[in-house]
């Protein structure tokens, strides 16, 4: 097989990781800007947190949502669930929760995964049907960037567009699995490596080059470009969330920290 058809059978964990850094990088930026913000304007952190929560409320119940129901199917016992904000003892907030029973590591990679699977068929669902975003790419890509910045200038027209933006911004920005959604995937990940060294020291490389390859980096591709679409609505909130920050930083006199 030449380098090139191989290149072209393993870029998706490239395109992925390339889109998952920015997308991450972003999330933290925005949440620290909307933090501030809601803080400056009522001076009571308590209330910063709640008008935090509520802004994101949808993309929370679509997370613990996706726990809950991916649970049950696969007949995992579950406790209670809120989407009540809470401060943790390492300083984070966590914004919602659904209490599971101790299970597999199988089932519980599954539920884990449950927000990033649902979350991005929402994505690819408002990108596709409801923003026409595809579009936009593909005339991007073909380098006519006079139709582009048209498109571009025409999105608010279209019917629901700042309703579809604003539920794409926080169920994207909310789909990424935390940090106890992951703790199954080390398991997970040390046996599948295993079995793939396995299948490569019997001979099965090529094959699985040629068969299996392909579909798998397809899918990464596929998650790379919801992972970009969440990059461009992150990116597009970034400047007028961070300017309305440092009107109210000169409007007060104090800045957070």
Known sequence: ????????????????????????????LLYREFQAVFILITHKPGMAISLFALVFLPGVFLHELSHLVVARLVGVRTGRFSLLPRPMPDGHLQLGYVETSQTDWIRASLIGTAPLIVGGLFVAFAANYRMELPLLWDVLRKGQIELFWMGVVALPNLHDFWLWFYLTFVVSSTMLPSNSDRHAWLPLGFVLILLFGLAVLVGAGPWMLDKLAPPINSMLRALAMLFGISVIVHAILLLPIAGFHKILVRITGFDIG
């Open 1 to 28: 097989m030449q380098p090139a058809m191989i290149w072209s059978n393993l870029n998706g964990l490239m395109w992925l990781l390339l889109m998952l850094v920015p997308l991450i990088f972003l999330q933290r």
